[in-house]
């Protein structure tokens, strides 16, 4: 007899014995088929999870992490046995905790068909077992990825950032995180400890954190005023994406409280130099707010805003002459001497960037160059 066929009636009479007579022999049996050959194991699932319903303890125990290999490797296959599953977390600590592992694999590849089942897999916050709390917060976080709605009110029954534990602690943040983006105004009260995590040695703890916070800034800017000095200190982070993040949150402060960052201008100016335009656009644009509420604040960094006149991006550009135009107003003693330099941008394919360049120049004394800008100048005025 062929050893596929042999390996496949063998299968079979340790199911159906488990179904008749459930014994710690052949559930352990099943087990190892599903850890050397789990593609074998495939098509027996409905009755795998019959027996997890019915089994006692032990072969319960086996059968339930049996399947949870058999989805690590083929988690769509058991999309179709999920009501059935669903119901075994109501069998045990063991057998809940195995198939919430079963329903985390789903989730990873296919968490919308977790949604309908959401009422039940939310009831294991409330449990306190550490297992237990990572698998229900990882399945919560695949889901709140692409529909956050529907896990938004759930914010407060999460297990709280304080924890130790690294993995629980990434899956509530990722949920905070994709609540935020959507309902900032349901994230505001774990500002404290969003804060206090920002230094955190784990890489993905950090980015989303700053995403969260990027977003609360975007809501209720005046809610951070206070976390002012530490969020600068992110400017640092070996991370691009904590820095950009950082950046944003800074120029959303700077909007309405551009008092709050005057004291740390130098570090903003620094990262004039990021190789990112997406950051250097966000610290052009801080300045520029900066500049509008206190210009004498920056006359005595406008050697190092100059360079950026021509910097390579048009957001760049425009708003560091819209700093430079608000410094000029206060003291045009100070932008005098680069009067050349600003009129090289008469010439900038961006229109903005011209009738700043000549607002500045006018302001300056220099109205001959400036005839053709006159009409597009009153019209936008």
């Keep these: 007899m062929p050893e596929n066929k042999t390996q496949t009636n063998k299968i079979k009479k340790l199911i159906n014995n488990l179904q008749n007579d459930p014994n710690e022999e052949d559930s352990y049996q099943i087990l190892e088929i599903s850890r050397e050959n789990p593609k074998q194991l495939i098509n027996h699932i409905p009755i795998l999870i019959e027996i ?44 809940r905790t195995n198939t919430l592992k079963i329903l985390s694999n789903i989730s990873e590849t296919n968490p919308n068909t977790l949604e309908k089942y959401l009422p039940e897999i939310k009831k294991n916050l409330n449990q306190n077992d550490l297992e237990t709390q990572i698998h229900t917060t990882k399945i919560i976080a695949e889901i709140s990825k692409e529909k956050p709605e529907k896990t938004k009110n759930l914010i407060k029954k999460l297990p709280s950032l304080q924890t130790d534990t690294d993995q629980l602690k990434k899956n509530t943040t990722k949920i905070i995180k994709n609540t935020s983006n959507q309902n900032p105004e ?3 009260q ?93 610290a052009a644009q801080t300045l520029k707010n900066i500049a509008k509420h ?58 903005e960037i011209q009738l700043d360049a000549a607002r500045t120049l006018k302001k300056l004394g220099h109205t001959k160059p400036l005839k053709k800008l006159d009409k597009i100048d009153q019209q936008r005025l």
Excluded at 57 to 84: M, R
Excluded at 302 to 320: C, F, G
């Design 186 to 188: 349901k994230i505001i």
């Design 294 to 351: 206190k210009p004498q604040k920056l006359t005595n960094q406008i050697d190092k805003l100059i360079p950026e006149l021509t910097n390579q991006s048009i957001s760049v550009r425009k708003e560091i002459i819209k700093t430079i135009k608000h410094i000029t107003n206060e003291s045009p003693q100070t932008t005098k001497p680069h009067t050349k330099k600003i009129t090289k941008l008469i010439d900038d394919e961006y229109n």
């Design 52 to 95: 997890i319903d019915s089994a006692p303890w032990i072969v319960k125990n086996d059968i339930s992490i049996a399947v949870t290999n058999l989805t690590i490797k083929y988690p769509n296959q058991i999309t179709p046995n999920l009501p059935e599953l669903i119901e075994t977390m109501e069998k045990g600590k063991t057998v």
């Design 190 to 282: 774990h500002t404290d400890n969003l804060i206090n995590q920002i230094n955190h040695k784990d890489d993905e703890i950090r980015i989303d954190t700053m995403h969260t916070i990027s977003n609360i800034a975007k809501h209720n800017p005046k809610h951070l005023t206070h976390y002012t000095k530490q969020i600068i200190e992110k400017l640092n982070d070996e991370r691009w994406r904590v820095r950009a993040n950082t950046a944003s949150t800074i120029n959303n402060i700077s909007k309405e409280n551009p008092e709050k960052l005057i004291q740390h201008t130098n570090k903003i100016i620094d990262i004039l130099n990021e190789e990112s335009w997406v950051i250097q656009a966000e």
